[in-house]
């Protein structure tokens, strides 16, 4: 009986180490085949949104890239005739446009300052945030007076796949 159940574990280990290996990451190929995949660098990213007709807000600006878990895109905007009403605003209205257009994309907001844009069960996911510190204060009519020295607003958006 010890023969039988060491034989059939090694036969699993085996389908296993067969099915997760093999040439390559075969999902990201194929995310990349699809015009959606996480960008490897700042140009990557950039080229990509204007791969997929995704417009950046008017007067913004990068400030940061990271590659973590996921591929982060930073901008700011300046704060003077700008608010982060107008951004999410913008930005509710261009990615509805743009992932409408594609099959199998499901659009939610979990919260006022965040859009997030899923296919599948997490396979790929692109998400916008405003990451200004009072985004959320301003959003919900918050006193002026808190945000008047306020240079810049700050959003970010990122792309896993």
């Not at 085996?14 to 099915?19: D, G, Q, R």
């Not at 990349?32 to 950039?46: I, L, W």
């Not at 959003?139 to 020295?149: A, E, P, T, V």
């Amino acid at each position: 009986m010890k023969k039988v159940t060491v034989i059939l574990t090694l036969i699993a280990l085996s389908i296993t180490l067969f099915s997760c290996s093999g040439n390559g990451d075969t999902s990201k190929k194929t995310a990349k085949k699809n015009g959606f995949y996480e960008p490897k660098t700042q140009d990557e990213f950039v080229k990509l949104l204007n791969d997929m007709n995704i417009k950046t807000y008017p007067n913004a600006e990068i400030t940061n890239f990271k590659l973590n878990s996921n591929a982060l895109l930073t901008y700011r905007v300046p704060a003077k005739d700008n608010s982060n009403k107008d951004i999410i605003d913008f930005y509710k209205k261009e990615l509805k446009e743009v992932f409408n257009t594609k099959d199998g994309w499901k659009y939610t907001e979990p919260t006022p300052t965040t859009i997030v844009i899923i296919k599948g069960l997490y396979e790929y996911v692109f998400a916008f945030s405003l990451t200004s510190d009072l985004a959320n204060y301003q959003l919900k009519g918050g006193d002026k007076d808190m945000y008047k020295d306020v240079k810049y607003w700050e959003f970010s958006i990122s792309i896993n796949d």
